[in-house]
């Protein structure tokens, strides 16, 4: 059954520091997400991207924060310059067909930033 | 209270009993969502309920919505230990935005 990637699964960083956070959704999707869970929280929407643009960003997705799909493949989600509270566990989702049709979600990528 | 609150916070059952999750939410939605997060790690979707739907079954789950109410409840039956997970509603209220407005959800322990 098709799924969707994440890479890495653990990423350790310096406070300032720029990542680049990667997925692969699954492959006859058109929708993809960013979402993102601060440890003990609920799940947090950061950003919708269809038809190779930002659909809707939340107030957490600031400047600091970028999307990009490079390729018929892969969607990434940037952080310029890392703070302490982006430590999250950051999860990347896709759905055929809006929110209308279920969105399914990546393993994460557990963020840390020192 | 926010979008899409879950209720209880927690739940410790025994291994076989059936469990109840609720969860309400505040404006009309298009469609609601639950899922499954094992400590940790990604989150499993469950089922989708549409807004003209009232009752969905898969497997041991059945899910009902009441949107008069504007409430959702999750029913697993004949629990397992490895159904001891966190388990969130998320619900889209429609519109281009496609989001998902997720609840804290329930922790929910099947003792064996």
Redesign the interface.
């Known amino acids: 059954e098709p799924e969707v990637t994440q890479t890495p699964s653990h990423q350790v960083t310096q406070m300032g520091q720029e990542v680049i956070l990667r997925c692969v959704p699954i492959s006859n999707h058109l ?1 993809f ?1 960013w ?1 993102r869970q601060i440890l003990g ?5 950061l950003v ?1 991207f ?1 038809n190779n643009e930002i ?2 960003k ?1 107030e957490i997705f600031d400047d600091q924060f970028s999307v990009e799909r490079p390729d018929g493949s892969n969607f990434t989600l940037k952080i310029r310059s890392t703070k302490l509270e982006d430590s999250a ?1 950051y ?1 990347c ?1 896709s ?1 055929r067909a ?11 990528t ?1 963020l840390t930033v020192l | 209270s926010q979008q899409g609150e879950e209720d209880p916070q927690a739940l410790s059952i025994q291994e076989g009993e059936n469990a109840t999750m609720n969860c309400s939410y505040k404006t009309s939605i ?2 609601l ?1 639950w ?1 499954r997060q094992n400590s ?6 469950l089922i ?1 309920i ?1 807004s003209n739907e009232r009752e969905k079954h898969s497997g041991r789950l059945r899910v009902t919505l009441d949107t008069s109410k504007k409430s959702s409840s999750l029913l697993i039956t004949a629990s397992r230990a490895a159904d001891t997970a966190s388990y ?1 509603c ?1 619900t ?1 209220s ?12 329930t922790l929910l322990t099947v003792n064996p």
């Open positions: 929708y997400y979402y929280q609920k799940v947090e929407f919708s269809y659909s809707e939340s566990m999860f989702a759905s809006g929110g209308v049709d279920t969105q399914y979600f990546g393993p994460g557990r | 298009n469609n969502q899922y940790g790690r990604g989150l499993v979707h989708l549409r969130f998320a889209y429609g519109g281009s935005n496609y989001k998902l407005t997720f609840g804290k959800g």
